[in-house]
């Protein structure tokens, strides 16, 4: 099974940037989809933006012009570009690596996640 290590947390000012990248112990050009989840502190896990094998992309409206995905398959590596960072996004940000049976059975991996702060 494909291990992910995600890096690049830490802690930040509000309205700065970080980049999380997501390493594959193996080819991420396998799976169906690669995504970015977060978690905030008594919240549910929430979708941040997918990426498909085609490049198309899902964001979430909240991150929606601020965060950028993209897929680096020959380093099997997927990044997170996060710009004018708020408050809310804080939260431990985690890779996930998406195989579909069928439209209602989808397999994930997770990373171990990696926490962003956003305080000032």
């Known amino acids: 099974q494909v291990q992910l290590v995600e890096s690049g947390g830490g802690l930040v000012q509000p309205g700065g940037s970080l980049t999380l990248s997501c390493a594959a112990a193996g080819s991420i050009s396998s799976f169906d989809a690669m995504a970015w989840y977060r978690q905030a502190p008594g919240k549910e896990r929430e979708l941040v933006v997918i990426?498909?094998?085609?490049?198309?992309?899902n964001y979430a409206g909240s991150a929606k012009g601020r965060f950028t995905i993209s897929r680096d398959n020959a380093k099997n590596t997927v990044y997170l570009q996060m710009n004018s960072l708020k408050s809310e996004d804080a939260a431990v940000y985690y890779c996930?690596?998406?195989?579909?049976?069928?439209?209602?059975?989808?397999?994930?991996?997770w990373g171990q996640g990696t926490l962003v702060t956003v305080s000032s």
């Open positions: 990426i498909g094998s085609d490049d198309s992309t």
């Open positions: 996930c690596a998406e195989t579909s049976q069928s439209s209602t059975s989808i397999t994930r991996i």
